[in-house]
């Protein structure tokens, strides 16, 4: 599963410039030998025609979910409306469709060569953070109810396991630049709750619960020091996540009913994507 941090982008001239250089690492058909061209992702196209807005919410629902798509009815409509009023040109919605892609880095790359301006307002924080939001809505279970006053035993969260840890990062996190949306966190959660999987179903159901993990947790009011430490996604397998919890205040919003209840909520209402046996 990719997060929005696997293509590490920028907002500046040189950072979106260099995501287009790696975006362009492909050297297309294998016909007559010609210098390489980038084919991640298409040409621009000169089009200034308004875009349709299903074609567009489809495309962006992909993008945002790293391709996994999302359940929630509303979540492309929701996408759309986000890329329209932070006032991304036509023309770079257009490109965003023909794309087709999962992966918000290449895109951006690929817009920069004819678009800086629409290029640095996808990768733009606010945008960001107002995906986020669509996010929140689609993949949150029953987000608007208390769910204190519900609270059950978590137990389809990860258990303590008897054993020694593993505390060494799965992912690069650098201490310096700080967590600004769930989306680069769902990579490194998936990877320490499914250290705790007892088989391959389990995995799968964290898997599917990404996305809705790392929205609860992002909305958490953790420090940044926790959400470093779970954007790494060391896979502990054994003892106890909360024991790892860097400070005393971030333990108690991991161990406080509501949290723990949003937890259990997103295992239990995932949905694992079948795969088709070979």
Known sequence: MRTWRTRKVGLSTA??????????????????AKE??????PSPTASTAQVADTALGKALDKLAFQGAGSSGKNSGACLGSAVRKAGV????????????????????????????????????????????????????????SPKAQSYTPPEAAAKPVVGTPNPTPAYPVRANQPVSSSIELTKGLVSMFSSYARDESQKKTYAAAGQ????????????????HFLAGGAPLGTGSIVDH?????????????????????????????PQSEP
Do not use: H
């Open 15 to 32: 950072v979106l410039a260099a995501g287009a250089v790696l975006a362009g690492c492909s050297s297309g058909n294998g016909g007559t």
């Open 36 to 41: 390489a061209q980038p084919s991640l992702v």
């Open 89 to 144: 040109s036509e023309k770079a919605l257009a490109y965003i469709i023909k794309a087709d892609s999962d992966d918000m880095g290449t895109v951006i790359g690929g817009l920069s060569k004819v678009s800086e301006d629409d290029a640095a307002l996808l990768a733009s924080r606010s945008l960001r953070e107002a995906f986020d939001g669509c996010v929140s809505e689609a993949v949150l279970p029953n987000s608007g």
């Open 212 to 227: 809705c993990l790392a929205t609860s947790v992002y909305k958490a009011g953790f420090s940044q020091e926790t959400l």
């Open 245 to 273: 919890v860097p400070n005393d205040k971030d333990k108690a919003i991991w161990q406080s009913p509501r949290f723990t209840q949003e937890l259990v909520d997103c295992t239990a209402n995932a949905t694992p994507t």
